[in-house]
């Protein structure tokens, strides 16, 4: 049974479009009574069969009246969602581990207020609940834990309400077409930074210790440019001390899957991603090789770059 379940599921999500921004019409809400409504169904039957029995007035009018409220709570709770836009914000990207935050808008035209819209991952039991004011907009922010690193499709969606008498239960799947990347999880104690290698052509005889710290450093003296200082030295020892030039000129730093020491492949893209963001914090000239691709820092940082994504999320062999 639960086979069948999700085989209809799949089914029938991957017959809806893959939208970032949808509107909520007649075609696209569903409405179904709930169990209290079912309840209330059945009473109302009930007190129908004893007033038509017994020939009670009274029992006719109660019966009716409860049977309107519950029409005229169908028609609201049905209105509540139908005409609403929701507008999905993609997520920026996050480390492996970490929950992906969407943020929704909804965005309403009606006069009057849209109470009780709960929206939460499909499948999930954890809800997020909302009012939108008239005419107004409301921001909801779902989220959710990729179970992988990659590039993935924000997961099916769902919005609900049962306002205003909980009798019947309306909602709509909503499928977005924003895709969210997830790194690999930094190693949280990374080793240091391996040695640089000598650059191409240079002249260099050793090299620099990997000691927490690619490049070398000295004392500083007055005219040495500020990206040279190393702020984080100055903050725990409080001196001012410089990368040596002549040092980063004959070396340069090269991040390598055979620098990490470790044979799982995913724990050497960890390592890998540790040392880069070190690097960065550092601002440490750097580069990086994975199989056959080298790729460089450059003048911005590779962790933001479009570089760094397309060799994240492949399949290490």
Request: glycine share 8%; net charge positive.
């Amino acid at each position: 049974m639960t086979s069948l379940r999700t085989r209809f599921q799949r089914w029938f999500e991957a017959r809806l479009p893959l939208r970032d921004v949808v509107t909520l019409t007649q075609r696209t809400v569903y409405i179904l009574p709930t169990a209290p409504g079912f309840m209330l169904g059945a009473t109302l039957l009930v007190l129908l069969v004893a007033s038509i029995n017994y020939q009670l007035n009274l029992g006719y009018l109660l019966t009716f009246l409860l049977a309107g409220s519950a029409v005229v709570g169908m028609h609201v709770c049905h209105g509540t969602l139908r005409g609403l836009t929701m507008n999905l914000v993609a997520p920026d990207a996050q480390f492996m581990g970490a929950s992906a935050n969407i943020s929704i808008n909804l965005l309403s035209e009606r006069r009057s207020v849209r109470y009780g819209i709960g929206l939460s991952v499909l499948g999930s039991s954890h809800w997020v609940w909302t009012d939108v004011p008239a005419q107004g907009s409301a921001t909801v922010h779902v989220a959710f834990k990729p179970e992988r690193r990659g590039l993935h499709r924000i997961p099916t969606l769902t919005a609900e309400t049962r306002f205003p008498l909980g009798t019947f239960r309306v909602w709509t799947v909503w499928r977005p077409a924003a895709q969210v990347l997830v790194y690999p999880k930094p190693e949280a104690f990374a080793p240091p930074l391996p040695p640089g290698e000598p650059r191409a052509g240079g002249a260099a005889t050793s090299h620099p210790q990997a000691s927490g710290e690619y490049d070398g450093v000295r004392a500083y003296r007055r005219g040495d440019p500020l990206k040279l200082v190393v702020w984080k030295k100055v903050a725990k020892a409080d001196e001012l001390v410089s990368r040596d030039a002549q040092q980063v000129q004959r070396y340069e730093l090269w991040l390598d899957r055979s620098h990490t020491g470790v044979a799982d492949p995913e724990q050497q893209l960890s390592r890998l991603c540790a040392w880069v963001l070190a690097a960065d914090k550092q601002e440490v000239d750097y580069g990086l090789r994975l199989g056959g691709w080298r790729l460089r820092r450059g003048g911005g940082r590779l962790i933001r770059s479009g570089v760094w994504r397309r060799w994240l999320y492949v399949d290490v062999e």
